[in-house]
């Protein structure tokens, strides 16, 4: 086989044959030195201290998760230090890290693979509380309930998130190989899913021709996604798994291109996508018949018809990593997709393509162009209860959207941000908005000819329900009189001023 990282491979990438198998024309390798000078000045690059800065936070959590687990051992195994000492764990990074894109402020994803002996309440528990005694550890919280459960924390300002998933085995093999589906025999579902970050990153850079242009490329579609609110799952968008997955689809349809090229294929190629197919990086992997394996579930489009714009992963079992995408961000991922394209189409050189480019990631400025909104307020006494109210009402944001949106002559588009702020009453606030519009208003509003919002719309029942799913909560009652959470509607003109900070906040409850 040839480099991966050879411009002229003849090697099939993905499921189908390329689209073409041209190379870059004249004047394409001086578009993409500009390309990356663009990127390189929205700092989207790490510097060589903090990369250095990342991975002495590894180490020092590396070091954390071994202590942990040796002292687990002892206590559950009733072992001595000497025993204890052969337990290890393992703790492998994936994500933008990963995948070779980390900016200065990106994330790390990391897995804490363990030992038996260390059960999922162990580690959400007795670690978690371990964690809270390192002075470098800021804004630390945990999410048990999530749908892949996690404990997000600051370690010396980098923004961490430790999944956690364990072996059938009394230590973890320094060794150990997690792209071998062994590995998953006889894991529980929720196990599964934090075990396939790893081998998702692993399996996406294995399965694109040329690297280096993947994550040039990558880094322009993650900047753009974020500039125009459309980054983040818990929202009913797409998170850094989607967005990679689809940038590697295109690079497996254009294998030699450039990364300018392969930006504006990008949007072609989703602005006229036929949803009913799933974008998909090699074939789905079935179920064996073996024992261990028959319990997992792999994306099925027969039993997953109701999934909007399925975005496959690539590992075993391959999972729909768009699954939050309802009826109203599908709508607004399809409106992106087509104005990045119609921006795009009609250039092709330099230096036009460079103010096109930046054209193209200008911010969606949504308190801006819509007049009305929805503001959902989270209160709490202190950081660390507050931490872990805002992950769980976090990982529910979907089911209101889900609600708002079935209101009749509705659009809604929700804001993919949690802003922080200062509550009269409550040491510890934070709040995300949902602006809407009238459907009738959309289709025939405009500047000449403006329409009033004059149709009222009654969302009681989309809120009450919303509530009652973020007050089953399984920490609730033990947290119930330190937390609190307001719905609210207010005006463009009644803005808070952290959003707006010409308009001043005024706003009246609507439940």
């Not at 956690?164 to 997690?178: F, R």
């Not at 991922?333 to 990631?361: D, G, Q, Y």
């Not at 660390?384 to 992950?391: A, I, P, S």
């Not at 809120?463 to 719905?487: C, Q």
Request: glycine fraction near 4%; aromatic fraction near 10%; proline fraction near 5%.
């Amino acid at each position: 086989m040839a480099d991966a990282n050879s411009e002229n491979s003849l090697d099939q990438y993905g499921i189908t044959g390329p689209v073409s198998r041209s190379g870059p024309a004249e004047g394409d390798h001086e578009a993409t030195e500009e390309f990356i000078r663009l990127l390189k000045s929205h700092n989207l690059f790490e510097t060589d201290k903090g990369k250095q800065r990342r991975e002495h936070v590894l180490e020092a959590l590396n070091r954390l998760l071994q202590q942990f687990v040796k002292r687990n051992a002892m206590k559950t195994m009733g072992i001595g230090e000497e025993d204890a000492a052969k337990v290890s764990a393992k703790l492998l990074t994936f994500g933008s890290y990963r995948l070779g894109i980390v900016a200065p402020d990106s994330d790390i994803d990391c897995l804490c693979l363990c030992p038996q002996s260390v059960t999922r309440e162990s580690f959400f528990g007795d670690f978690y509380t371990s964690l809270r005694q390192i002075d470098n550890i800021t804004k630390l919280h945990a999410v048990p309930d999530a749908y892949t459960p996690v404990i997000k924390l600051i370690y010396d300002g980098v923004d961490i998130d430790l999944l956690y998933a364990s072996l059938p085995a009394a230590t973890v093999p320094e060794e150990i190989d997690v792209l071998d589906d062994e590995i998953l025999r006889n894991m529980n579902e929720a196990t599964a899913r934090s075990i396939n970050g790893c081998r998702v990153a692993a399996l996406i850079l294995a399965n694109v021709p040329n690297k280096d242009h993947f994550r040039t490329t990558l880094r322009y579609v993650k900047l753009w996604a974020n500039r125009r609110g459309l980054y983040t799952t818990v929202m009913g968008y797409m998170g850094g798994v989607a967005w990679a997955i689809l940038t590697a689809r295109v690079c497996q349809l254009y294998p030699n291109y450039l990364p300018n090229q392969l930006i504006q294929k990008f949007f072609k190629v989703y602005a006229q996508w036929d949803w009913k197919y799933p974008v998909m990086l090699c074939k789905i992997k079935e179920v064996p018949n073996l024992p261990g394996y028959m319990s997992f579930k792999v994306w099925d489009p027969r039993n997953n018809a109701t999934h909007l714009m399925p975005v496959i992963t690539p590992a075993f079992p391959s999972m729909n990593s768009t699954h939050n995408i309802t009826v109203t961000t599908k709508r607004i991922l399809n409106e992106e997709f087509k104005r990045a394209n119609e921006l795009l189409k009609s250039h092709k050189k330099l230096p036009e393509m460079t103010k096109v480019w930046e054209k193209v990631l200008e911010h969606e400025d949504m308190f801006a162009s819509h007049k009305h909104f929805l503001v959902i307020e989270i209160m709490a006494e202190d950081e660390h209860v507050h931490g872990k109210w805002e992950g769980w009402i976090g990982s529910r944001m979907r089911f209101l959207i889900k609600r708002v949106e079935i209101v009749p002559d509705i659009l809604v588009r929700p804001w993919p941000e949690f802003f922080k702020y200062k509550h009269d009453e409550w040491e510890y606030a934070s709040c995300v908005f949902f602006a809407f519009k009238c459907k009738a208003q959309e289709k025939t509003n405009s500047k000449a000819n403006p329409l009033p919002l004059t149709k009222t719309f009654d969302m009681r029942m989309s809120i009450k329900g919303f509530k009652e799913i973020i007050h089953s909560w399984s920490e609730m009652e033990a947290y119930k009189d330190k937390i609190a959470v307001n719905i609210r509607y207010v005006k463009k003109s009644q803005l808070p001023d952290f959003v707006r900070p010409q308009y001043k906040r005024k706003a009246r409850d609507i439940v």
